[in-house]
């Protein structure tokens, strides 16, 4: 029984680290796709909002 306690000892660490470490690289991956998402968001707004000045510029502008 001993040597199975003794066994544990040294794998539970070890599990508890690479478990650490895989769950700590998800995040860092999943932070990079937030920032990328966020950017993507960021430029279709200005270029939804640019579109709609330039229709709008179109309509009232006139025929010059």
Do not use: R
Request: glycine share 10%; charged share 10%; hydrophobic share 60%.
């Amino acid at each position: 029984m001993s040597k199975i306690y003794n066994l544990m000892k040294k794998i539970i660490p070890f599990a508890l680290m690479s478990s650490l470490l895989v769950l700590v690289s998800g995040c860092a991956a999943i932070e990079g796709i937030f920032k990328a998402g966020v950017w993507s968001g960021i430029l279709l707004v200005v270029v939804v909002v640019a579109i709609i000045i330039w229709i709008i510029s179109k309509l009232f502008g006139g025929s010059k």
